[in-house]
C-alpha cells in the first residue's frame, strides 16, 4: 500500500483489491461507521466526523451502488492488457488477474535532448524525430500482435510512462480495439522493462482512495 498527497488537499492511498475490506475497516475505526454513495468513479464514504474517502474503481471494473457490490467486484480478476511506453522503450502484456501470462519488451535507441544552437541543431532535431516515430512504429506493431488478436477477452486497457508516445501508439487505426477499451488511469512507471511490466500489475489492479480527514475544530473562545 503506497501513499502520496494528492493535489488540492488530502491524500491518494493505493490498495490491493484483497486489503480493501481490511482498509475500510481502519477507516472506520478510526472515523467512525460511514455512508457509502455511488459516484461515477465509484463510491464515497463520509465518517461522522467529516472524513472522507473516495474509493476509485480498478480498470475493468464494473459500477457499484453499495459497499458489499464493490468489494466483490474489486476482488473478482480481470483481464487487463498492458501498454508501457518511454523514450524509445515498450513494453506490452497481457496480465489475467495479478499474473502476466504474455509479455513482449522492445528497446529503440532515440538520441537525447542537447542544447539549442549551432549548425547541425536541426539535422540532430530531424534524426531524433525519426528515430521516435520509429520506435512508436515498432511499438504499435508489437501491441497489434499481441493485443489485438485478445481484445475481445480484455476487461481494458491500462498504459503507463509517457502520455504523449501512448497517444501517438494508440492513434494507429488498427490499434482502434484497444483504443476502445482505453482506461483513464495513466501509471507512472519508468522506462520499461520486464520488471516494470510486473509491477504494472499491481497498479492497475489497485483501489485508489482519495482520503480527506475532517477539518480541525475552531481553538476555543
Known amino acids: 500500500m503506497s501513499s502520496r498527497p ?22 472506520t475505526a478510526r472515523h467512525g461507521s460511514p455512508e457509502a454513495a455511488p459516484t461515477p468513479y465509484g463510491l464515497l464514504l463520509t465518517a461522522p466526523d467529516g472524513a472522507t474517502a473516495e474509493l476509485h474503481h480498478p480498470p475493468g471494473t464494473p459500477a457499484s451502488v453499495d459497499l458489499p457490490g464493490f468489494l466483490d467486484r474489486v476482488s473478482a480478476a480481470r483481464r487487463l492488457g498492458l501498454l508501457l511506453a518511454r ?84 492513434a494507429d487505426k488498427r490499434l482502434a480495439p484497444l483504443a476502445a477499451l482505453r482506461a483513464d488511469r495513466l501509471l507512472d512507471v519508468p522506462e520499461p522493462r520486464h520488471a516494470v511490466l510486473v509491477d504494472a500489475i499491481a497498479a492497475a489492479r489497485a483501489v485508489r482512495v482519495l482520503v480527506r480527514d475532517p477539518d480541525p475544530a475552531p481553538p476555543l473562545p
Open 6 to 27: 494528492a493535489a488540492g488537499g488530502g491524500r491518494w492511498v493505493d490498495v490491493e483489491p484483497a486489503r480493501v475490506a481490511r482498509w475500510i475497516d481502519g477507516f
Open 87 to 170: 523514450k524509445g522503450a515498450v513494453a506490452v502484456g497481457v496480465a489475467d488477474g495479478p499474473a502476466l501470462v504474455t509479455s513482449k519488451v522492445d528497446t529503440r535507441y532515440v538520441q537525447g535532448r542537447t542544447a539549442a544552437g549551432g549548425w547541425s541543431q536541426q539535422r540532430f532535431a530531424r534524426r531524433r524525430d525519426n528515430q521516435a516515430k520509429a520506435a512508436m512504429g515498432d511499438a504499435a506493431e508489437l501491441a497489434l500482435r499481441l493485443l489485438v488478436p485478445v481484445a475481445g477477452s480484455l476487461d481494458a486497457v491500462v498504459a503507463g510512462g509517457d502520455r504523449r508516445a501512448i497517444d501517438s501508439i494508440l
